[in-house]
């Protein structure tokens, strides 16, 4: 059940409405673009795809730090942290030109440990009029991101992020701090 940013404990959840423009704007288009490209689009079914084919796309990356903690305390940050800050739901309205758009993104964190790695999932399914996924979605929504974490020798980790290099930084940015531990915030879901 997703969680949503301004619902309070033992309240009912609500959506609180946030219009931007411009990032109501930079969705369509992306979406846009993509539904022309639908015959040559094939989204990562898993996140062993994701991981595959983010390095080499256009817009992906692979990024890798090493945080002087250790791997059980990474592991145990997110656990906590994926499903506080991850399952989350933002709705984003917009108005322009005569054009109505109300888009729920809804968030699906996965953390999966063991003794030798974690691993984070983050998949974000639309809902609403005027988003097209062009293409098969997997169960749970699109691939947004994926991060490994392995334990290293003298209490460190290291920790490999897959992610798209628009609209991911406050993700980025969120789990490497809960990482390296010098930031156990959340990050700022309407941004992604």
């Known amino acids: ?17 946030m219009i931007d423009k411009a990032a109501a704007a930079n969705r369509i288009l992306l979406l846009s673009a993509l539904a022309l490209l639908g015959g040559c689009v094939h989204f990562p079914q898993t996140a062993q795809e994701f991981r595959e084919q983010i390095p080499g796309a256009t817009f992906g990356q692979k990024l890798t730090i090493e945080a002087k903690r250790p791997f059980r305390d990474v592991a145990k940050t997110f656990q906590a942290k994926a499903p506080e800050c991850l399952q989350v739901s933002v709705r984003t309205v917009s108005h322009a030109g005569g054009s109505y758009q109300n888009i729920l993104a809804t968030y699906k964190p996965t953390v999966l440990v063991n003794r030798q790695k974690l ?29 490994d974490a392995f334990p290293l020798d003298g209490n460190r980790t290291r920790l490999d ?20 531990g010098e930031n156990v915030g959340c990050p700022d879901m309407t941004k992604n």
């Open 119 to 147: 691993e984070l999932h983050v998949q974000r399914h639309y809902q609403g009029g005027g988003v097209i996924i062009p293409g098969k979605e997997p169960e749970g929504g699109l691939y947004l991101l994926v991060a």
């Open 1 to 17: 059940m997703a969680k949503f940013r301004d619902a309070q404990p033992h309240e009912q959840p609500t959506v609180k409405p």
């Open 161 to 180: 992020v897959y992610a798209p290099t628009v609209g991911s930084d406050p993700l980025i940015r969120a789990i490497t701090g809960w990482a390296t």
